[in-house]
């Protein structure tokens, strides 16, 4: 017989047995006791933002409001939290991006707070 012949529907070749299959144990009863048969389960995932890593703000601070290097660290640990985040680290990229967050508001507040001392040392005539 050819093994390249179609067989009409419901004829059985039988050039090839067919092979007995044990059943496993998980499909003798899948479903739970009161289980609707057609029930689907949908598992929904929570959605997590992405880690934010600062860098622009961090770049903006190190060239313009690096008060005591405090925007060159906050750079470094954008850095650090874009590559956690490339990794897929989100829990470091987190961590990271925090404290970045954190060094970019210190230096930009303690910046400020410098450029308004020297604005009112220089009204008053302190400074000449």
Request: proline share 7%.
């Amino acid at each position: 017989m050819n093994t390249n012949q179609t067989l009409p529907l419901g004829q059985i070749n039988h050039a090839f047995p067919t092979p007995k299959y044990e059943p496993l144990s998980e499909e003798l009863d899948p479903r739970k006791p009161g289980q609707d048969p057609a029930s689907t389960v949908i598992s929904v995932h929570s959605y997590e933002p992405p880690a934010k890593d600062f860098l622009v703000w961090s770049v903006f601070n190190t060239l313009y409001m690096n008060f005591c290097c405090l925007g060159f660290m906050a750079l470094v640990f954008s850095v650090k939290a874009r590559d956690r985040k490339v990794v897929g680290d989100l829990n470091g990229a987190r961590s990271y991006g925090s404290t970045a967050k954190c060094l970019n508001i210190f230096a930009l507040i303690f910046s400020l707070l410098l450029i308004v001392l020297f604005i009112i040392l220089f009204v008053t005539g302190m400074i000449v």
